[in-house]
């Protein structure tokens, strides 16, 4: 008998969308699970987008490293991307909260508050949860979001050979600041190194986008009317998130090293903690970017940055670095990380 | 510091509502947390309809008494039933769990396919999810829906003095059936008396309803279509779900104990565990009947039986009995139970 460890996220949602598939295929006519995007359209098109996202203590965040309005702002930015990640609106959020009993419960209203500030840094609405005793703290959040008319919902699916790769809002920041607080935080790291100001900041920076990352909200609805034809959240690391794009869409894409080169702040940090900072890039997840394809030939979407081009058809995707297929993990995966 | 179990689920509650205006009451001008509805209505009067329910392993459900498709429909069977206390038919459902690494991977798989057959009854359409890695199991369903074209969604606040209480669905036989199982199970029940056919099937009976509830999920648009003043599911009790009927109308809701006598089946499993079977009528949760209140004269909705009047107005709301008014619990709550 297999244990969900055993099968790992993706083959466990695989193996719950076949069974349901079976027990209610032939009572439903639009059963819209399964189309692997990050959120569900309702009707198909749009203009209802809908996602849940669960973070879960010890697994997704820490106390120690995070306020309580940190962790409820996050799980908000989680699921709000998701659906920006539709080329939708955010609307409504609802938050769900389990803690033990014995819980400070200034450790849950600052969840809700934290949850309640992300939502209207997005446009949305923070407009009713549930709470319940548990063994330990769980955040779901379930965001919904509205297609501006007369344009559809973007899947993940629609890449096509030809296409410009763009990302819009940071790459490896979160993974980055996670770095520092394994270290010991920002004041630990300096130690050595007192005089740097730009260390502190770079340090600070990255740590809070950690603690509180920033989708870019308003990138997904534009993107969408510019014509993008595949549109997905960075929330599990850039090269796992585009091997789903490419997985989709049957297609290969690749990216161009030379356009993903760390920025200034996460040299430093590298520099610092002596890790190699193109890593956080590639595979860091949490800072919730988004992942488009365009048309070839058209002006960049503001906000957007080409970092490369879907290079042909592939039957079960692929995802190369300057023509070169990439073959590693590329990311997190709950159960067998 | 005051923990979670010392405010109790309700104050708890409110203490997140206070929180959540002072952090974005100057920035969002529609906020609408708080209400005290069974879900959130978006935009304000309908038609979205949205609500958010948390089931929590060893306080909500026992695997030892429930199978994994059981725990999944009677979270879906919750959010659906909430969906349908505001007027609205279902449409969607999102399904969150959480798992220890080590469960077995047809746990998760069989409470997922249990809650597509449950929103494929209510006419829903299981759309999306999420998996998560925790200590313990932990399911969370939102539902949502829409008000028909013409209708606004019916709250709990808008009982008037003079209108007739009446209820559609079944009180009391998800908390015998519990009552059953704690009992050691229906063949434990009838072991003394194993020629009683009648029993049997009465025990069967209320144990698959606490493992299974039946909400009346076409009750609530035609309660909205007739005019219902308001609406609420039973999840918690009659009394405290009145209570909260009473309390946001600011009446008084009184009950007329010959229209809540326990039915045949009731009776007969209270005789075989010697319980007083009208305690599960007026306190039993989880069976998500629907208590409306409709205006005087007119004909009763279909599914409807009358169960009582709106006797008056009173400021804090009040719950009676035949004149006399209830002080009992009247019901479940997280935290403090």
């Known amino acids: 008998v297999p244990t969900v460890s055993d099968l790992g996220e993706d083959h466990l949602v695989a193996a719950v969308l076949a069974r349901i598939r079976e ?38 965040f820490r106390h120690d490293w995070s306020s309580p309005a940190d962790v409820g702002a996050k799980a908000a930015a989680a699921g ?30 600052g969840i809700a508050a934290g949850a309640a500030e992300e939502a209207a840094r997005a446009g949305a609405v923070l407009v009713g949860g549930d709470v319940a005793a548990a063994a330990e703290v769980v955040v779901t959040v379930t965001a919904t979001g509205r297609v501006d008319a007369g344009l559809a919902a973007v899947p993940r ?39 740097s100001g730009s260390a502190s900041a770079a340090l600070d920076l990255v740590v809070g986008r950690h603690r509180r990352p920033v989708p870019p909200y308003g990138a997904g609805s534009a993107a969408a009317a510019a014509g993008a034809t595949s549109l997905i959240d960075v ?28 920025d200034e702040t996460l040299r430093l940090v590298g520099r610092l903690l002596d890790e190699d900072p193109a890593g956080w890039v590639l595979t860091g997840g949490e800072d919730h970017a988004l992942l488009a394809t365009f048309p070839p030939g058209g002006r960049l979407t503001p906000g957007f940055r080409a970092i490369g081009r879907v290079a042909g058809r592939h039957p079960g995707g692929r995802v190369g670095i300057d023509g070169v297929p990439y073959e590693g993990r590329g990311g997190f995966t709950h159960f067998t990380d």
């Open 235 to 262: 929330s599990d690391g850039l090269v796992r998130d585009a091997r789903r794009v490419a997985t989709a869409s049957g297609v290969v894409l690749d990216l161009d090293p030379a356009a993903l080169g760390p």
């Open 157 to 195: 699916s629609g890449a096509r050979p030809g296409d410009v790769v763009a990302v819009a809002g940071a790459l490896g920041e979160s993974a980055a600041g996670l770095a520092v607080l394994a270290a010991g935080g920002a004041r630990a790291v300096v130690a050595g190194d007192p005089g």
């Open 23 to 60: 027990v209610t295929g032939a009572r439903t006519g639009s059963l819209l699970v399964g189309n692997g995007d990050d959120a569900a359209v309702l009707p198909p098109g749009g203009p209802t987008v809908l996602s849940t996202d669960t973070l879960v203590e010890g697994v997704d």
């Open 80 to 109: 709000l991307a998701d659906v920006v990640a539709m080329g939708a609106r955010p609307e409504a959020l609802l938050l769900s909260l389990t803690a033990p009993g014995g819980t400070d419960a200034e450790l849950l209203i």
